[in-house]
């Protein structure tokens, strides 16, 4: 007896990420990203830097784009902001994960560009809405390659900037973040279990703005390469 599931719709497609060095693919389940995990990105964006508990939005799995992909500047905005990020991808599941452990649950590594519509996330603030249509659009998470943690480490300093046609706007160090990596990881499995196949997107340095028509934005974050994202001239 064949007890395998039918579909009344074709289910949809996988969304992964290539891992460097092989030729399998890293599935990808659910896209966490942090908020304001940069002093200087903070107040910026006219926020208090004080090391209060980080926060937490998600992006679909379905909003990840390839490196060097070209998107459609998105609809419904007119301010298309960059923001570079280190990505982690999770391996192993948990919950209540303790920090010192943390790491052990990290598969690896990979450079990310939270785009954002910041005129849409400015009017859902001022309203007390929920950020998702600024945050969760389609193609809203550019994403390199994965790089294995058993291949290069952990990764908790390194040159970290983001430039639009050749001019950087973006200049630090993984150093600078307020949460570290595993306390990201402690606190956001504190809040749901984390299972394989996750990332989180871990924020972003100071120095935000917009993408206009026929941009290329990149990336480079040290050990990792970069990351370059095109934005269609129409």
Known sequence: ???????????????????????????VRRIFCVGRNYAAHAREMGHDPDREPP???????????????????PPATESLHFEAELVVAIGEGGVEIDAAHALDHVFGYAIGNDLTRRDVQAAAKKLGRPWDMAKGFDRSAPCGP???????????HGKFTLSVNGVVLQDADLAD??????????????????????????????????LEKGDSCVVEIATLGRLTTHIAVS
């Open 1 to 27: 007896m064949n007890d395998a599931p039918t579909w009344v719709i074709d289910p949809p497609s996988q969304p992964s990420l290539p891992v460097v060095g092989e030729r399998g693919r890293f599935p």
């Open 55 to 73: 926060f937490f939005f998600t992006k679909p799995a379905d909003a990840l784009v390839p490196d060097g992909a070209t998107i459609a500047y």
């Open 146 to 156: 994965l790089h294995g943690a058993a291949d290069i480490g952990h990764l908790s």
């Open 177 to 210: 973040m307020i949460w570290s990596v595993p306390e990201v990881i402690s606190h956001l499995s504190s809040l749901v279990e984390l299972q394989p196949g996750d990332l989180i997107m871990t924020g972003t340095p100071a120095g935000v703005g917009a």
